[in-house]
């Protein structure tokens, strides 16, 4: 098993990504009472080494100056900000990596939200990038906010995180640093997927949840992310070739009623299927979670219920009045699935993809999207 072929391939399909085409360098997202803020910044390390099979986030050769970033963060930021009661800081990678986001800007970007009046601010990272020094900068920046740093935990299984995410998660590294985190006073959010590739439901299943189970342990909250598919990655070539299938919504379902109630509250689901992520003149869709017609306006219903109830008990509540609710099959279907052996291995699978795509690219086949 050679990742090497996989990060070369995913080069490939991200060279023939189209360019993020966005009109100015900072984007506002209104999530139920979350302001999310989205700078376009310089391409992530990561993207451009091809780790990450599932991520499309991009890039732009366009190019802002600070002040320009400033002016546009200034008007989002004068408009009517009653309603949110946190504000997220992302960039297309890593907000601490000064590659992305010079030291300069970000001072001035956080010394603009220190007005606002929303009390928590929270900051997406990659966790190498978080260090006491750029901890302590926040801090003297913000000093009354309520502070949190959002990393990708993504999986704690090992083939997965080396084979397939590919951008070297170690855990006991990742675990000193939620520690540093914490001993500033800051809480730390993991961002943990479900539905990887070349594993069987149940397997997905039990991986996230035991990623959600070490964050929780740590005092940590979550934002569990299902599996989508998106164009210009190698995880829509899986797709398209037949070795890899959407997972089901009933499978995020049955990861939330399987974690203790205490910990409901700490869990929140991300990209469900509430924001459109397509691109313009292409014609492939993002793929998302699969439910039949019959439950999926319930289970959006859920999401959206789910996101704005913050007690634990009421979010039991919430998870089994959904299931009680199913009627069509979909949760009858997604427990048979659980309940199937595991015949063939993530090694077997892998390796069964791995030496498609290879005669794919031997052969000179096309492994984009269009
Ligand atoms: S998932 Fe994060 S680290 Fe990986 S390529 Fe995308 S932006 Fe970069
Ligand atoms: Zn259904």
Redesign the pocket.
């Known amino acids: 098993m050679d990742s090497n072929l996989l990060l070369h391939a995913n080069r490939l399909i991200r060279k023939k990504r189209p360019e993020l085409n966005e009109e100015q360098p900072c984007l506002e997202e209104h999530v139920g009472t979350m302001l999310e803020l989205s700078f376009i910044g310089n391409r992530?390390?990561?993207?451009a080494a091809g780790?990450?099979i599932?991520?499309d986030?991009g890039h732009t050769c366009k190019q802002w100056s600070e002040e320009d970033y400033i002016y546009t963060l200034k008007q989002i930021m004068s408009g009517d900000l009653r309603k949110f009661k946190s504000v997220l800081f992302c960039v297309?990678?890593?907000m601490l990596d000064e590659h992305q986001v010079p030291i300069s800007l970000l001072r001035a970007a956080l010394s603009e939200i220190n007005e606002c009046m929303i009390s928590e601010v929270g900051l997406e990272t990659?966790f190498q990038d978080v260090t006491q020094d750029k901890l302590e900068m926040i801090r003297k920046l913000l000093p009354a906010k309520e502070i949190y740093i959002e990393m990708?935990l993504e999986s704690l299984h090992l083939p997965t995180q080396e084979l397939l995410v590919l951008?070297r998660v170690d855990p006991e590294e990742i675990d000193r640093t939620i520690t540093m985190i914490q001993g500033h006073g800051f809480s730390v959010v993991l961002n943990i997927m479900l539905g990887m590739p070349f594993l069987e439901a149940s397997e997905q299943l039990e991986h996230a949840r035991a990623a959600v189970m070490w964050a929780i342990n740590r005092n940590c909250r979550v934002v569990a992310f299902p599996m989508n598919i998106k164009p210009f990655t190698l995880l829509s070539h899986m797709h398209r070739t037949g070795h890899y299938q959407p997972i089901s919504h009933w499978l995020m379902i049955y990861l939330l009623n399987s974690l203790p109630v205490e910990a409901l509250s700490k869990v929140t689901v991300a990209y469900y299927g509430n924001r459109d992520e397509n691109y313009e003149n292409v014609a492939r869709k993002v793929v998302l979670p699969q439910s039949c017609p019959a439950c999926h306006a319930d289970i959006m219903a859920f999401y959206l219920a789910f996101h704005s109830e913050l007690d634990s008990h009421n979010r039991k509540e919430l998870i089994h009045q959904l299931i009680e609710k199913a009627t069509c099959g979909c949760w009858a279907q997604l427990l048979f699935e659980l309940e199937k052996p595991v015949i063939s291995s993530f090694k077997h699978k892998y390796t069964a993809y791995e030496t498609f795509l290879s005669s794919c690219l031997a052969s000179g086949e096309d492994i984009y999207d269009e």
């Open positions: 992530c390390r990561n993207d780790t990450c599932m991520c986030y297309n990678g890593s990659h990708g951008k």
